[in-house]
C-alpha cells in the first residue's frame, strides 16, 4: 500500500509503499522527546517530493541516524541510516502519514536509552 506523508506545513512531503502493520516506540533522548512511532522501510520505497537541501538534519549519540526534520515548522516526519545489515533504510514517523489508524498498529518499545 502507497502512503503520503509530510511535516505540519507541508514543506516536506513523501509517499512510502509498504505493510504498515507495525510501528516502534523508542525512548532514546530524541524518540522520547518527539514522540514518534517509528516505521522501519527499505530506503527505496520512500520517494522524496521535496529536495534534500530545503530539509534540516540532525544527528546525535553514533550519528548514524540522519533524523530529518522541516526547519519552517520544526516536524520530524523520517530518518534515514543503514540497517545492521548495511542496507540503507528509513525510518518513517507514522504519525506524519495520511489516512493512519495508530490504533490498527502493534506497538513495540525499544529501550533505546540503553543502546
Given at each position: 500500500?502507497?502512503?503520503?506523508?509530510?511535516?505540519?506545513?507541508?514543506?516536506?512531503?513523501?509517499?512510502?509503499?509498504?505493510?504498515l502493520t507495525q510501528?516502534?516506540?523508542?525512548?532514546?533522548?530524541?524518540?522520547?522527546?518527539?514522540?514518534?512511532?517509528?516505521?522501519?522501510?527499505p530506503r527505496e520505497q520512500l520517494q522524496l517530493h521535496t529536495p534534500a537541501d530545503q530539509m534540516s538534519t540532525y544527528t546525535f549519540h553514533k550519528h548514524v541516524i540522519q533524523h530529518r526534520f522541516c526547519p519552517t515548522c520544526g516536524i520530524h516526519p523520517f530518518g534515514e541510516g543503514t540497517g545492521p545489515d548495511g542496507r540503507r533504510m528509513a525510518a518513517i514517523n507514522v504519525r506524519c502519514l495520511?489516512?493512519?489508524?495508530?490504533?490498527?498498529?502493534t506497538i513495540t518499545h525499544y529501550d533505546g536509552r540503553s543502546a
Open positions: 500500500m502507497q502512503y503520503h506523508g509530510s511535516c505540519h506545513c507541508g514543506r516536506i512531503a513523501f509517499d512510502v509503499e509498504g505493510e510501528a516502534m516506540a523508542c525512548n532514546c533522548s530524541m524518540c522520547q522527546r518527539k514522540g514518534s512511532l517509528l516505521w522501519f522501510v495520511e489516512g493512519v489508524d495508530l490504533g490498527t498498529l
